[in-house]
């Protein structure tokens, strides 16, 4: 839980990128997720040294060689304010090796094409100074700390729609009770908040497994989380929310979850919770074939069940946010994909919410559809296969 001083901070540090010309949420919390980014590398380098000394050893695998030394923000984050940007803005400064250091880890694969938008050398000053004095020495400070950077976007009108009320994802979660075995997609993943909820409840659910379990915590790291993302800055966003949390390596993917470049998705996930968008429209050429015969629509609401059919495991179980008119719509694609849910899967619930919800970016009513996948045409096989053992025992 922050505290009233942290939360002041941290307000401090958003009303110095407003006053100092940047305006767009988004954008702000890109440029300090890259902050955080480099300052979250020191840690880790000094952990490796401390390790080393104590070992008496080489240090393992370092980040910063000895001729990046001055790019650690431990060095750097006292300098004079237009030092500190000739470093972080000239070629080989702190910013190229934020791009260029590779695969590390999740969120330096998403760098590629990451711009550097702190406009002057004050303004990176400040925000550097205050973010030196935010402490963010355990996960949980430095998940409420990031959690409540995000919660600005839900205060930023048009790009709301990105970010799904917290209570709501909480109430979707609990009631899905996510467990160690599970693997947990979000095929819209945006900043990932249902994702790192999972995570939330498996950490306070499981917290022995974690101590005593070398394979779950792998899994935990590694395997258990899939998100689906194709706009750059919320993957880069999503990511760090991870990393934030905890979870070191979440298998997050920058691809249209609806297009031939996720085909691969297919029974993959035990459990998918998901607020897909509301209201796209796509032609079908843009749509993997395979989805366009579970539902042939253009409407993305619809489409993105179909996908989350497909890419559960059978047995595998879905919270979904969806319009209202997905349950009472009359097309043709409608009555199909709830036929399919209804008939070939198992419909569990259908959690009828205000259409207040997701004001203001949003006035349509929504509910939350829990189902789960059942074998497809199961009871079809099962008829086949007593008619052609009738027939070879005549």
Request: with cysteine; proline share 4%; charged share 25%.
């Amino acid at each position: 839980m922050l505290t009233g001083e942290k939360r002041s901070q941290i307000d401090k540090i958003w009303n110095a990128f407003w006053t100092g010309g940047v305006s767009n949420p988004l954008t702000v919390i890109e440029q300090i997720t890259y902050l955080l980014f480099i300052k979250r590398l020191d840690e880790l380098q000094a952990a490796k040294e401390l390790k080393a000394n104590r070992l008496n050893k080489a240090i393992e695998a370092p980040i910063f060689d000895e001729t990046q030394q001055e790019l650690r923000w431990s060095y750097f984050k006292d300098r004079e304010a237009d030092d500190l940007y000739r470093l972080f803005t000239k070629e080989e400064g702190v910013f190229d090796f934020m791009k260029n250091m590779g695969q590390e880890n999740s969120f330096s694969r998403f760098m590629k094409g990451a711009t550097f938008m702190i406009p002057t050398s004050r303004l990176l000053t400040q925000v550097a100074d205050l973010l030196s004095d935010v402490s963010m020495t355990s996960r949980d400070a430095k998940g409420d700390i990031y959690e409540y950077l995000l919660s600005k976007i839900a205060t930023a009108g048009t790009n709301g729609q990105f970010r799904t009320p917290r209570h709501i994802i909480k109430m979707m979660v609990d009631m899905m009770q996510p467990t160690p075995q599970d693997t947990i997609c979000d095929p819209s993943a945006g900043t990932c908040g249902f994702l790192v909820a999972s995570a939330e409840y498996i950490q306070e659910h499981y917290e022995e497994r974690f101590i005593t379990d070398s394979d779950f915590r792998k899994h935990f790291n590694e395997d258990m989380f899939i998100g689906t993302e194709f706009d750059a800055t919320m993957i880069r966003i999503g990511s760090m929310n991870m990393l934030m949390h905890g979870i070191e390596k979440p298998n997050l993917v920058d691809v249209d979850a609806l297009s031939e470049g996720n085909s691969g998705f297919v029974n993959k996930a035990s459990l998918v919770l998901a607020n897909p968008p509301f209201k796209g429209s796509l032609d079908h050429d843009a749509v993997e074939k395979n989805i366009i015969s579970i539902v042939s629509s253009k409407k993305t609401e619809l489409l993105f069940l179909g996908l989350i059919l497909r890419g559960l495991k059978i047995g595998g179980r879905a919270a979904v946010i969806v319009p209202d008119g997905v349950l009472f719509g009359s097309s043709k694609a409608h009555v199909q994909i709830r036929k399919a849910i209804i008939e070939e899967h198992q419909l569990k619930a259908v959690i009828s919410m205000p259409s207040g919800v997701f004001k203001p970016y949003a006035g349509v009513s929504t509910a939350i559809l829990i189902f789960s996948k059942k074998p497809i045409r199961a009871v079809q096989i099962t008829f086949g296969f007593m008619i052609c053992k009738q027939m070879a025992t005549a």
